[in-house]
């Protein structure tokens, strides 16, 4: 199979790339780079990375041509990728409405457990577990939806990730959209890393914490969220 090109005859891929490059912009595994993409450019990235995976199933020495199982793995794990599991590089964020705090609700508000699926950006694995996020909210913050939350959560956790990293992306990504008094969010997430290759542990678990505002000045109100948080199975 042939890399595919654009109608210049450069892979959509370089082109992508020059143009962050260009804006100076950073393209990490966990970046967005959605605004760079142009209409009807993902399905030639698509081809392109079908191309690039069914060259790795050659030099794994696997027979796609004759192997049944096999055969449309590279279109499958390009379409995984792109459209499913790393969708959170190129798709632009979720719409979020928010509305005013009419009300002027000033009570802690606790949204979870939110379902992380995500992938650990040094081997790929996949990385599940769960999120909690708790918000303190004050006369001026913007109410979102409890399902935004997930959508938002869904977004940041789309892409090859480091638990630590995304859960700082996540904190500043509500921070940006709320603007509460105080923010709150623990992790804790299975990685397939440590269970499905190298030590091997089937039950350890990360569990890691971003907190920001009043839940880092008031240690009452970060034990209040603490111990609201149902973590045992």
Sequence with gaps: MNPIHTDEGTPVSVKIRERLTAARRRFNANDNIAEFIEPGELEHLLDEVESKMQGVLDSLVIDTATD?????????????????????????????????????????????????????SHHFCPVMGRIWIGVMPNEHTNVIGLSKYARLVDWIMGRPQIQEEAVVQLADLIQEKTQPDGLAIVMEASHFCMSWRGVREMDSKMINSVMRGVFLKDPALRREFLSLIPRKD
């Design 68 to 120: 049944h199982n096999t055969h449309s793995t590279a279109r499958r794990v390009a379409k995984m990728y792109l459209n499913e599991v790393f969708r959170g590089r190129y798709v632009g964020a979720p719409a979020i409405t928010e509305f005013p705090n009419a009300e002027h609700l000033n009570e802690l508000m606790i949204v979870g457990p939110i379902t992380v699926r995500s992938a650990c």
